[in-house]
């Protein structure tokens, strides 16, 4: 049997293989920085062999390492101070590939760094570059940051509709008069209700409500074409628009344009009196420094809204504040007034 | 040889210490020149508007008016004079601005071999 | 544990030095410019630091232990709102602080690494001294937890610096803290009296005017 080999020998084996055996890059440099380990997960990553790296310096197998590498390595070597380099602030320095066959191979795999010097008693000062593949890290984080902006939006979002909720049309009406009153435009709100809902919903069942009213909401927002116009479910039946800078004609030309367009589905409502189709009522307020809050112009909005019911149905009021509400029925013209 | 003549040295920098370097530093260099020192950006304007220097060294950090704002309106009134900024704050975007006004740029910290450039600077002109 | 003026003078020329240099290493990075400067030095002790830098609310910190002729903890803290503004400056997003992850952090802590890196080096080179440091480590808490993470707190002091971080035209005042033991503070003393008699022993040497 053979002598036992020389222990150094045997200990540096084995410390060869522990490094190959790390699951992350070892890099060595000597004072000169020249490459004095290259581990195995270099070499899969770079596809530089070790003999093409042993003894040579850094600086010639990667001549376009990053100023905040060479620094940091100079700054291990000279000073004897360790550095970090993040993935989020040094997007791959080193030009490093998964392998072959992965989802993401051909890319960098994104890499978290540190750079420490080694210091021994016997030898000059080297310096130890450690690279980790946090590549799925960023992944996940990347994941989550996307679901919480997701669950964000749907704290804003109506669920069945999908369009904005009472939550967001608060805000959005509060935020919006502010901007009316510095700005000097004027703000609409049109108020707007389905006609004889619950004798749909009697008839026709709740799931047949809920598609019915899915239907007449995408068709309110078929007629807004500005970004900053918003529908908003307000709440049961009830449905929301906020137009900024338009001032009472352009809301009542809206207003009737969508009354027009849910009596165009014709979506059938059997025990509707008058009409036999799913119809709407609206009322339309423009704030003009009478609206001191949002709830002023909803009221105002609300009461033509009312008067809409009252006076028949399927039909746009207006809340004029010189006068009572004035009644505008489908037939009557919309022309604003000749100036 | 003109250039080898006494110049006038004005040091600008809130740091008594850095003020007292620079002026240890020309001193070996050149015993002979004459070297002032202000604290600030305005006791500053006012020195050169009392006495021209040939060259006027500004540290860029400084509360109140800054190195640079300080060198603008020196320039403005005497575009000739010779000034170097120093900073240890060496960024592209400053490099450039300062070198757009004719500044030299020089960085901290103070050294012998740094104050040599300085004096390089005004004896070469 | 009283220094005179001259002194603190030189403490902070010396820092602002450090600190001029990292915002130059951060400015690279970023490709912004970058504005780092140290107003203030004040000698504290461990208590008063924590209270002036505010109990009640949460702070982030990066640390860092430097070893040499004399030991020191060096400590970046930033507010909680502080560093929200850091990161979202740095990294280009707005992410409240629970939602800071592990990535982002370690983007902190390259910055206070810069920093502390930046201070003790100028120090170390100024002061003709050799230290070793340990790896930068984060810490979340309140001052007093963050203070007091890394020593006995009853003999040490805090030399307390200001620090004015600038970017983007956003400025965002941060902390670095250094903790001595007494022990240390007198060597660091020393040294910063070798600094200035340096300094003055040259003008004193130098011709008469």
């Given at each position: 049997?053979?002598?036992?080999?020389?222990?150094?020998?045997?200990?540096?084996?084995?410390?060869?293989?522990?490094?190959?055996?790390?699951?992350?890059?070892?890099?060595?440099?000597?004072?000169?920085?020249?490459?004095?380990?290259?581990?195995?997960?270099?070499?899969?990553?770079?596809?530089?062999?070790?003999?093409?790296?042993?003894?040579?310096?850094?600086?010639?197998?990667?001549?376009?390492?990053?100023?905040?590498?060479?620094?940091?390595?100079?700054?291990?070597?000279?000073?004897?101070?360790?550095?970090?380099?993040?993935?989020?602030?040094?997007?791959?320095?080193?030009?490093?590939?998964?392998?072959?066959?992965?989802?993401?191979?051909?890319?960098?795999?994104?890499?978290?760094?540190?750079?420490?010097?080694?210091?021994?008693?016997?030898?000059?000062?080297?310096?130890?570059?450690?690279?980790?593949?946090?590549?799925?890290?960023?992944?996940?984080?990347?994941?989550?940051?996307?679901?919480?902006?997701?669950?964000?939006?749907?704290?804003?979002?109506?669920?069945?509709?999908?369009?904005?909720?009472?939550?967001?049309?608060?805000?959005?009406?509060?935020?919006?008069?502010?901007?009316?009153?510095?700005?000097?435009?004027?703000?609409?709100?049109?108020?707007?209700?389905?006609?004889?809902?619950?004798?749909?919903?009697?008839?026709?069942?709740?799931?047949?409500?809920?598609?019915?009213?899915?239907?007449?909401?995408?068709?309110?927002?078929?007629?807004?074409?500005?970004?900053?116009?918003?529908?908003?479910?307000?709440?049961?039946?009830?449905?929301?628009?906020?137009?900024?800078?338009?001032?009472?004609?352009?809301?009542?030309?809206?207003?009737?344009?969508?009354?027009?367009?849910?009596?165009?589905?014709?979506?059938?409502?059997?025990?509707?009196?008058?009409?036999?189709?799913?119809?709407?009522?609206?009322?339309?307020?423009?704030?003009?420094?009478?609206?001191?809050?949002?709830?002023?112009?909803?009221?105002?909005?609300?009461?033509?809204?009312?008067?809409?019911?009252?006076?028949?149905?399927?039909?746009?009021?207006?809340?004029?504040?010189?006068?009572?509400?004035?009644?505008?029925?489908?037939?009557?013209?919309?022309?604003?007034?000749?100036? | 040889?003109?250039?080898?003549?006494?110049?006038?040295?004005?040091?600008?920098?809130?740091?008594?210490?850095?003020?007292?370097?620079?002026?240890?530093?020309?001193?070996?260099?050149?015993?002979?020149?004459?070297?002032?020192?202000?604290?600030?950006?305005?006791?500053?304007?006012?020195?050169?508007?009392?006495?021209?220097?040939?060259?006027?060294?500004?540290?860029?950090?400084?509360?109140?008016?800054?190195?640079?704002?300080?060198?603008?309106?020196?320039?403005?009134?005497?575009?000739?004079?010779?000034?170097?900024?120093?900073?240890?704050?060496?960024?592209?975007?400053?490099?450039?601005?300062?070198?757009?006004?004719?500044?030299?740029?020089?960085?901290?910290?103070?050294?012998?071999?740094?104050?040599?450039?300085?004096?390089?600077?005004?004896?070469?002109? | 544990?009283?220094?005179?003026?001259?002194?603190?003078?030189?403490?902070?020329?010396?820092?602002?030095?450090?600190?001029?240099?990292?915002?130059?290493?951060?400015?690279?990075?970023?490709?912004?410019?970058?504005?780092?400067?140290?107003?203030?030095?004040?000698?504290?002790?461990?208590?008063?630091?924590?209270?002036?830098?505010?109990?009640?609310?949460?702070?982030?910190?990066?640390?860092?232990?430097?070893?040499?002729?004399?030991?020191?903890?060096?400590?970046?803290?930033?507010?909680?709102?502080?560093?929200?503004?850091?990161?979202?400056?740095?990294?280009?997003?707005?992410?409240?602080?629970?939602?800071?992850?592990?990535?982002?952090?370690?983007?902190?802590?390259?910055?206070?690494?810069?920093?502390?890196?930046?201070?003790?080096?100028?120090?170390?080179?100024?002061?003709?001294?050799?230290?070793?440091?340990?790896?930068?480590?984060?810490?979340?808490?309140?001052?007093?937890?963050?203070?007091?993470?890394?020593?006995?707190?009853?003999?040490?002091?805090?030399?307390?610096?200001?620090?004015?971080?600038?970017l983007e035209r956003h400025n965002i005042r941060g902390h670095v803290v250094f903790l001595l033991d007494v022990s240390s503070l007198e060597r660091l003393k020393e040294r910063v009296?070798?600094?200035?008699?340096?300094?003055?022993?040259?003008?004193?040497?130098?011709?008469?005017?």
């Amino acid at each position: 049997m053979n002598e036992s080999a020389d222990p150094i020998a045997t200990r540096l084996t084995l410390l060869t293989a522990l490094a190959d055996a790390v699951r992350c890059g070892l890099i060595v440099l000597d004072g000169e920085k020249r490459i004095i380990l290259w581990n195995s997960w270099m070499v899969h990553t770079s596809s530089i062999p070790k003999d093409s790296a042993v003894g040579k310096p850094l600086e010639r197998l990667f001549p376009d390492l990053t100023g905040r590498v060479r620094s940091a390595i100079d700054s291990a070597l000279e000073s004897g101070y360790p550095s970090v380099l993040s993935q989020s602030l040094n997007k791959s320095p080193f030009p490093l590939y998964a392998k072959k066959g992965a989802n993401d191979a051909g890319y960098r795999i994104k890499q978290a760094i540190e750079v420490v010097p080694m210091d021994s008693d016997e030898l000059p000062r080297h310096c130890l570059i450690q690279i980790a593949d946090v590549t799925a890290a960023v992944a996940r984080e990347d994941l989550l940051r996307i679901q919480a902006v997701e669950l964000r939006q749907h704290t804003y979002l109506d669920g069945l509709t999908g369009i904005a909720n009472r939550r967001r049309l608060d805000e959005y009406l509060e935020s919006e008069l502010r901007r009316s009153k510095r700005s000097g435009f004027p703000l609409s709100l049109i108020m707007i209700d389905i006609d004889h809902f619950k004798t749909y919903n009697d008839t026709y069942g709740h799931q047949a409500g809920d598609r019915c009213m899915v239907q007449v909401a995408s068709t309110f927002s078929s007629v807004l074409h500005r970004p900053a116009d918003l529908v908003a479910r307000y709440g049961g039946e009830e449905f929301a628009i906020v137009l900024p800078d338009t001032d009472i004609h352009g809301a009542m030309t809206i207003a009737e344009t969508m009354r027009k367009a849910v009596a165009a589905l014709g979506i059938e409502n059997a025990r509707a009196k008058t009409t036999g189709i799913v119809t709407v009522s609206l009322g339309v307020a423009t704030a003009e420094g009478w609206a001191r809050e949002p709830a002023d112009l909803i009221a105002a909005a609300d009461g033509a809204l009312y008067t809409a019911k009252h006076e028949g149905r399927n039909r746009i009021c207006v809340h004029d504040p010189a006068h009572a509400c004035g009644i505008v029925s489908p037939t009557h013209s919309l022309e604003p007034p000749t100036q | 040889m003109d250039n080898k003549k006494n110049k006038k040295v004005l040091i600008v920098d809130d740091s008594r210490v850095s003020r007292m370097m620079i002026h240890g530093f020309i001193q070996e260099q050149r015993p002979e020149w004459a070297v002032r020192e202000a604290a600030g950006g305005v006791e500053a304007l006012a020195m050169v508007s009392d006495e021209l220097p040939d060259i006027i060294t500004l540290d860029m950090n400084m509360p109140g008016l800054s190195g640079l704002d300080t060198a603008q309106k020196i320039k403005e009134r005497f575009p000739a004079i010779c000034i170097a900024l120093l900073t240890a704050n060496v960024q592209e975007g400053t490099r450039n601005r300062a070198e757009a006004l004719g500044l030299h740029f020089m960085e901290k910290p103070i050294t012998a071999e740094v104050i040599r450039r300085v004096i390089g600077l005004v004896e070469r002109s | 544990m009283e220094l005179t003026d001259i002194q603190q003078d030189a403490l902070l020329e010396i820092f602002n030095i450090g600190a001029g240099h990292a915002a130059a290493t951060l400015s690279r990075m970023v490709n912004e410019e970058v504005m780092l400067s140290v107003p203030t030095v004040q000698f504290l002790k461990l208590a008063q630091a924590a209270e002036l830098l505010g109990t009640t609310r949460r702070i982030s910190a990066v640390a860092q232990s430097f070893n040499g002729p004399f030991k020191l903890e060096a400590i970046l803290i930033f507010s909680e709102n502080e560093t929200l503004e850091v990161v979202r400056l740095m990294i280009g997003e707005k992410i409240p602080l629970h939602e800071l992850t592990d990535l982002e952090q370690d983007a902190l802590i390259e910055i206070g690494n810069i920093i502390l890196n930046s201070c003790i080096g100028t120090l170390s080179e100024l002061f003709a001294t050799e230290f070793t440091s340990s790896l930068p480590a984060f810490r979340l808490g309140t001052s007093e937890e963050v203070l007091g993470a890394g020593c006995e707190p009853d003999d040490h002091v805090v030399m307390l610096l200001h620090v004015d971080f600038g970017l983007e035209r956003h400025n965002i005042r941060g902390h670095v803290v250094f903790l001595l033991d007494v022990s240390s503070l007198e060597r660091l003393k020393e040294r910063v009296n070798h600094f200035v008699y340096r300094a003055m022993g040259t003008d004193s040497q130098g011709a008469a005017h």
